[in-house]
């Protein structure tokens, strides 16, 4: 039992459990977890679990599939986090939570540049986003396809959509809760502007309503002003 | 044999899965076909009320996977058509006697001995829906011209998508055409433009569905019911056919409008 407790550590976290996995070989890994798991039936059962997978990549049928095992303990998984961007995607894809457990567990606040500097990649979304669906991103947000009522995107950069803005999206979101990090050059783009939602940086914009929204649009910030122009290629 | 299996599942609650399953069982028993209901909303059966079939069970679902009988023992045969059967939900457990695994081993016994298995399932996208889904080959979302409704079929379609279950056919029930024309209800066109998905079937909104759900006597038996007529419609889909959309009121050019946005002609 002891190597167990060495790849799979478990810590309270204010609201539910942070387990984090060990590097290993995945089918092995599950296995431990769930054997612990059984084990301390009565501690999980009921338990609000965010997982730490390092950097062990999962497909989606592989985090349904723990997902609905988890759910079968009564267990219910809420955030994946993890160092692989495809981990990461897939959580996303499954509408779980994938960044808010670290921020809050990092002992060491992570000191700002360290932020800015990684995952200022920009991440490619080629499908439409439907309703329940969210997405955070530390850098730029491309979505092809249309974002829908009930889907939400949060990112630390701009956010492209090639389709419909219908849901909500938060652009040069700030990582931190102080807002040192805003990032006001951020912006909005899409074919069609009709958010639920749309905040840049601080501020909240309230769409005008009739003509003068339709066609693609680009929304920026100038001066803490919403600049609603045509959003055409150059 | 090899069964088709088809869940109807739809997000919110009370939009017309289980009217539609018990309509769909009957249209394509009525064709010829052999058919297996299963009532997946274990705590809450009702499947069996809608189809007049509730004196005669005996067994259930969860005794089928539990053991306690064999599935021929459980499937109920209808009366009506010969080649009709309704697997009932267990009225006393919950979801949790179920698992996806256990659904997934009961379709595959079904699979050899019929041509259709419907799965009626639960609302929301907890276990219930998890074990209605895990066995389907194709998945049909029913939803009702109104926002909360479709916002719920959206959010039912993006977990399909995510769980790599291929992209669902949409239901959408309870049209009330006047409304429509009055713009008081999202029309088939609003609604498809959000979900983008391919349409089977639109069903009217009709005061016989009721009357013929309290007769536990499936809505498709009425021969002069419009919605009857729409599920039939949807029946004759699913199996490869052809059938226009039906004219809700002379509209004819709507009808077509839709029926290309869903690449289906007629
Ligand atoms: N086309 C229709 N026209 C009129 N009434 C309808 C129609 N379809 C369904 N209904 C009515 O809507 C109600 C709910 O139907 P039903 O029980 O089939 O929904 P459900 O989706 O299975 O509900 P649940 O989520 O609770 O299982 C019933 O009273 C039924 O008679
Ligand atoms: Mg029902």
Same mark, same amino acid.
């Given at each position: 039992?002891?190597?167990?407790?060495?790849?799979?550590?478990i810590k309270g976290? /204010?609201?539910?459990?942070?387990?984090?996995?060990?590097?290993?070989?995945?089918?092995?890994?599950?296995?431990?977890?769930?054997?612990?798991?059984?084990? /301390?039936?009565?501690?999980?059962?009921?338990?609000?679990?965010?997982?730490?997978l390092?950097d062990? &990549?999962?497909?989606?049928?592989?985090?349904s599939?723990? *997902?609905?095992?988890?759910?079968? /303990?009564?267990?219910?998984?809420?955030?994946v986090?993890?160092?692989?961007?495809?981990?990461?995607?897939?959580?996303q894809?499954?509408?779980?939570?994938? *960044?808010?457990?670290k921020h *809050?567990?990092d002992?060491?606040?992570?000191?700002?540049?360290?932020?800015?500097?990684?995952?200022?990649?920009?991440?490619?979304?080629?499908?439409?986003?439907?309703?329940?669906?969210?997405?955070?991103?530390?850098?730029?947000?491309?979505?092809?396809?249309?974002?829908n009522?009930?889907?939400?995107?949060?990112?630390?950069?701009?956010?492209?959509?090639?389709?419909?803005? /219908?849901?909500?999206?938060?652009?040069?979101?700030?990582?931190? *809760?102080?807002?040192?990090?805003?990032?006001?050059?951020?912006?909005?783009?899409?074919?069609?502007? #009709?958010?639920?939602?749309?905040?840049?940086?601080?501020?909240?914009?309230?769409?005008? #309503?009739?003509?003068n929204? #339709?066609?693609?649009? #680009?929304?920026?910030?100038?001066? &803490?002003?919403?600049?609603?122009?045509?959003?055409?290629?150059? | 044999?090899s069964?088709?299996i088809?869940?109807?599942?739809?997000?919110?609650?009370?939009?017309? @899965?289980?009217?539609?399953?018990?309509?769909l069982?009957?249209?394509?028993?009525?064709?010829g076909?052999?058919?297996?209901?299963?009532?997946?909303?274990?705590?809450?059966?009702?499947?069996?009320?809608?189809?007049?079939?509730?004196?005669?069970?005996?067994?259930?679902i969860?005794?089928?996977v539990?053991?306690?009988?064999?599935?021929?023992?459980?499937?109920?045969?209808?009366?009506?058509l010969?080649e009709?059967?309704l697997?009932?939900?267990?009225q006393t457990?919950?979801?949790?006697?179920?698992?996806?695994?256990?659904?997934?081993?009961l379709?595959?016994?079904?699979?050899?001995?019929?041509?259709?298995?419907?799965?009626?399932s639960?609302?929301?996208?907890?276990r219930?829906?998890?074990?209605?889904?895990?066995?389907?080959?194709q998945?049909i979302?029913?939803?009702?011209?109104?926002?909360?409704?479709?916002?719920?079929?959206?959010?039912?379609?993006?977990?399909?998508?995510a769980?790599? @279950?291929?992209?669902?056919?949409?239901?959408?029930n309870?049209?009330?055409?006047?409304?429509?024309?009055?713009?008081?209800?999202?029309?088939?066109?609003?609604?498809?433009?959000?979900l983008?998905?391919?349409?089977?079937?639109?069903?009217p909104?009709?005061?016989?569905?009721?009357v013929a759900?309290?007769?536990?006597t499936?809505?498709?038996?009425d @021969?002069?019911s419009?919605?009857?007529?729409a599920?039939?419609?949807?029946?004759?889909?699913?199996?490869?056919?052809?059938?226009?959309f039906?004219?809700?009121?002379n509209?004819?050019?709507?009808w077509?409008?839709?029926?290309?946005?869903?690449?289906?002609?007629?």
């Open positions: 039992m002891n190597t167990n407790t060495d790849l799979i550590q976290l /204010r609201d539910g459990l942070l387990v984090t996995l060990g590097a290993g070989e995945w089918g092995e890994l599950q296995n431990m977890l769930f054997a612990q798991i059984d084990e /301390r039936s009565s501690f999980f059962q009921g338990a609000r679990l965010a997982l730490d390092g062990q &990549n999962l497909r989606v049928a592989e985090m599939k723990l *997902r609905d095992e988890l759910s079968e /303990r009564d267990i219910s998984l809420w955030a986090v993890s160092d692989s961007p495809k981990t990461v995607q897939t959580a894809l499954l509408g779980l939570a994938t *960044r808010i457990s *809050r567990i002992s060491s606040p992570r000191k700002i540049n360290d932020d800015v500097d990684s995952d200022q990649a920009a991440l490619w979304l080629p499908r439409t986003l439907r309703s329940g669906t969210r997405i955070e991103h530390h850098g730029h947000v491309i979505v092809m396809g249309d974002v009522p009930g889907a939400e995107i949060i990112a630390e950069g701009s956010v492209i959509i090639w389709g419909r803005l /219908r849901g909500s999206v938060h652009a040069g979101a700030t990582p931190r *809760r102080d807002g040192s990090q805003q990032n006001e050059a951020a912006f909005v783009c899409a074919l069609e502007m #009709k958010p639920t939602r749309l905040q840049i940086a601080s501020e909240i914009a309230t769409m005008p #309503k009739g003509k929204v #339709k066609g693609p649009l #680009k929304i920026s910030l100038k001066d &803490n002003q919403f600049l609603i122009e045509p959003w055409h290629e150059k | 044999m069964a088709q088809v869940t109807i599942t739809s997000g919110k609650g009370g939009v017309g @899965k289980t009217t539609a399953i018990a309509s069982g009957i249209a394509l028993a009525g064709r076909q052999r058919v297996v209901c299963i009532d997946g909303d274990i705590g809450l059966r009702n499947l069996d009320v809608i189809m007049g079939l509730e004196n005669r069970i005996v067994y259930d969860v005794d089928v539990e053991g306690r009988c064999r599935l021929r023992q459980a499937m109920i045969r209808d009366k009506r010969p009709l059967f697997i009932p939900a267990a457990r919950d979801k949790t006697a179920l698992s996806p695994s256990d659904m997934m081993r379709c595959d016994e079904l699979r050899d001995i019929c041509d259709w298995v419907l799965i009626d639960p609302a929301g996208i907890e219930g829906f998890k074990n209605s889904i895990a066995a389907a080959d998945v979302v029913l939803t009702n011209p109104e926002i909360s409704a479709v916002r719920d079929a959206d959010r039912v379609i993006g977990i399909l998508e769980e790599e @279950k291929g992209s669902p056919s949409l239901i959408l309870r049209v009330n055409q006047e409304m429509v024309n009055k713009q008081e209800m999202l029309s088939p066109e609003d609604v498809l433009d959000l983008a998905i391919d349409l089977i079937g639109v069903v909104e009709d005061q016989a569905v009721l759900a309290n007769r536990g499936p809505i498709a038996l @021969k002069d419009r919605a009857g007529q599920f039939r419609n949807i029946a004759a889909r699913l199996m490869g056919e052809e059938v226009p039906m004219d809700l009121e509209q004819g050019g709507l077509n409008r839709i029926s290309k946005m869903t690449g289906r002609r007629g």
